[in-house]
Each structure stands twice: as structure tokens, then as C-alpha cells.
């Protein structure tokens, strides 16, 4: 799964953040962000299965277009890539993944 935070014209964090299946998960800061560069961490299976779960909630939405000066956020697994722009969307898998990127 790959979870990332686009630019935007001001101060927003800017990262990528990968997580994999047996757990590896390599987070790395862009700007705008506390730790700058890659940082590796593990996810347990409970921690996976919980992503996973706030995954499969997502609407699959290709809707590309971009709007000038709001931050992304993409996310891409399964195959499938989401472009989310209201948060709100996906405040279960920020609480979630939150630790890697705080």
C-alpha cells in the first residue's frame, strides 16, 4: 500500500509513505515535515489487518483532476489508486497510520 501527501502552496507535509504486507513499513519526509528523508518502521498483523480494513471502506474514485493549492492525499493498493482531497474520507486510516507520519 503506498499513502502519500502531495504539495500544496504553503506549508503543507509533503511525504511517501509505503506499507507492505509482512509488515515493513518506510516512511520518507519530503518538506513540511518533522523528520525529513526515509525512516523504517513495522506495522503487527492486527495493525495490517485494521489498515486493510479502513481500506476496503474507501469508494474507488479514479477523479484525477487537481485543485490548485489543496494538499492530496493519494493512496494506492489493490491495484487501485484514490485521489482524496476532504479528509474526513479517511479519518479512521489517519488515526491509524498516523504514528509513521506524526
Known amino acids: ?3 502519500g501527501k ?11 509513505l509505503y506499507i507492505y504486507p ?16 526515509q525512516k523504517n518502521f513495522t506495522c503487527t498483523k492486527k495493525e495490517i489487518e485494521l ?4 481500506l476496503n471502506k ?3 474514485n479514479n477523479n484525477t483532476k487537481t485543485v490548485r493549492d489543496l494538499p492530496n492525499t493519494i493512496i494506492k493498493y ?13 479519518e479512521g486510516l489517519n488515526k491509524l497510520l498516523k504514528k509513521f507520519f506524526s
Open 58 to 60: 474507501l469508494s474507488i
Open 51 to 54: 489498515i486493510k480494513n479502513e
Open 78 to 90: 489493490n491495484g487501485n489508486k484514490l485521489i482524496i482531497r476532504n479528509n474526513k474520507q479517511i
Open 22 to 37: 509482512n509488515g515493513n513499513v518506510v516512511y520518507i519526509g519530503v518538506e513540511n515535515v518533522n523528520t525529513l528523508g
Open 1 to 3: 500500500m503506498y499513502y
Open 6 to 16: 502531495t504539495a500544496c502552496l504553503g506549508k503543507c507535509p509533503v511525504f511517501d
